[in-house]
């Protein structure tokens, strides 16, 4: 079921309530929040960028081109791709968002900052170099993309050294935890993993984690993004 414009309203600002004051509790800077618009209209898009809202998470791109091209005349409007990447699709994405959250094999690396490059290129704006953050499977599990994160660090800088694309930080999906002290054990492992890649030289500044379930401890454990979807869009079909 769709919700109505003023219910996505009030939920959004729910939301933000709840980050607001998950954040003084835990004394952590509130994270950014990024409102995962899948498989949702446009119109709810333009409801809440009307609220001030700026950034969305997409993760279906056929279903976000169409939502891209209807709200091209929205300035300062910014597009997360977060969903899986097929290889063939890599020039599509870097032509059009200006975030990609899920990258976890350095092929698919390098074939958006080629892409990205060859757009910058051709582009009249101000286009910059595509924000990545890399996948990490937390939870060694086969069927979820991510870089186990033992092969982290050799992989995180062949990525920063690619010239189009600007290595902002890590993103994970971890499965299902029973309770608080489990999620915020859970991130807090992103964070370590952002922390020894900054000591071996890069400078992520982004740990993209908390989802509608678990975004209280996401931020107790640092996150500067969350990706809500459900909490703000209603569920999904
Ligand atoms: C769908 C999705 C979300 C949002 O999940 P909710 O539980 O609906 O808040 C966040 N991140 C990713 C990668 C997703 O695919």
């Known amino acids: 079921m769709l919700l109505n414009s003023e219910q996505i309203i009030s939920n959004h600002r729910q939301v933000l309530d709840r980050i607001a004051l998950a954040a003084a509790q835990y004394q952590c800077t509130p994270p950014q929040l990024l409102a995962v618009s899948k498989t949702k209209p446009a119109s709810m898009v333009e409801a809440l960028y009307k609220e001030g809202q700026r950034d969305f998470g997409e993760n279906y791109l ?74 990490i499977n937390l939870d060694g599990e086969d ?53 020894q890649l900054n000591q071996q030289g890069l400078e992520l500044d982004t740990l993209s984690m908390g989802m509608s379930g678990d975004l209280e401890a996401a931020v107790a454990s640092e996150s500067t993004m969350v990706r809500v979807g459900s909490d703000i869009f209603g569920a999904r079909a």
């Open 143 to 195: 069927q979820k993309g991510g870089i186990a994160p033992a092969d982290l660090p050799e992989l995180a800088q062949q990525i920063a050294e690619l010239e189009h694309l600007q290595l902002r930080g890590l993103m994970c999906i971890p499965k299902a935890r029973a309770n608080f002290d489990e999620q915020r054990q859970c991130f807090a492992q992103l964070k370590i993993l952002q922390e």
């Open 62 to 135: 056929q279903d976000a081109l169409e939502k891209i091209e209807q709200l091209k005349h929205l300035p300062e409007l910014h597009w997360h791709f977060i969903g899986q990447i097929q290889s063939n699709k890599t020039k599509t994405i870097a032509e059009h968002f200006d975030w990609v959250h899920s990258v976890d094999r350095l092929k698919i690396a390098r074939r958006l900052s080629e892409h990205r490059g060859q757009t910058i290129k051709t582009a009249s704006g101000s286009l910059s170099a595509l924000n990545i953050c890399l996948q």
